[in-house]
């Protein structure tokens, strides 16, 4: 039987991807299929966690073992999340949060104009980062003692940096505890069963020697695993 070492304790998962909307029928997305953040939460409910999961476009079933709040705009996600957080103790955001959203959102659908090839032009703002803001909240005290939160980043190396060169600077940034890293240059991560991360902790991603633990290609249910027995570590660490 599955250790039951997240019995008792109340884990927010975040999953999928958000939908920023344009006008009545139209929204921009983006590819995320939700896999990596309904195994998630699916492994810590099987660990004994009480488990709340904040799902926006998924392609996958979800789970009937957690509690889903279903979002689909970022601001939406922003709202759920903020308003739930202070009461979990892990907070784990494996959305893929749209960074921009239309700046105005039409309230009847945009039409073409017949026999005009005009074309509009859509204007876009920055989506506040949620992740940031429950590091802020937990820094004002909005959190339970020792809340651990977890983010995700998929990186691309280029000439001047490594993936990992880029995962340090993002934890750094992001002021989470644990940063799932995810390497996209080969492109192979979205939508598919199996994934490849490194576990980079903020405790140790100063030290000049740390490169993270890397978790074996896998199924994402495989790499869910991986990434709780991370945080119950560092749960235990954190309370001694
Ligand atoms: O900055 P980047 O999008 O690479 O960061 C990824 C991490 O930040 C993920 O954990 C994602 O859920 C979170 N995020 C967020 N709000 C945003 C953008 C990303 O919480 N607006």
Redesign the pocket.
Known sequence: STAQDLAGRRVLV?AGGTREPLDPVRYLGNRSSGRQGVALAEAAAARGARVTLVAGAVEVPLPESVTVVRVES?LQMRDAVLAAAPEHDVVV???A?A?FRPAAVADHKIKKTEGSDEAPVVRLVR?????VEVVENRGAGRAPAGQVVV????ETGDADSSVLDHARA?LAR?GCDLLVVNDVSAGKVFGRDDTEVVLLRADRADRADSVGVAVPAGSKTKVAEAIWDEVVALIHELST
Not at 127 to 131: H, Q, S
Not at 151 to 154: D, I, K, Q, V
Request: glycine share 6%.
């Open positions: 975040t970022a955001m494996a959305a949060v960074d989506n506040p980062d949620i992740l983010g995700f980043a998929a993002k992001k």
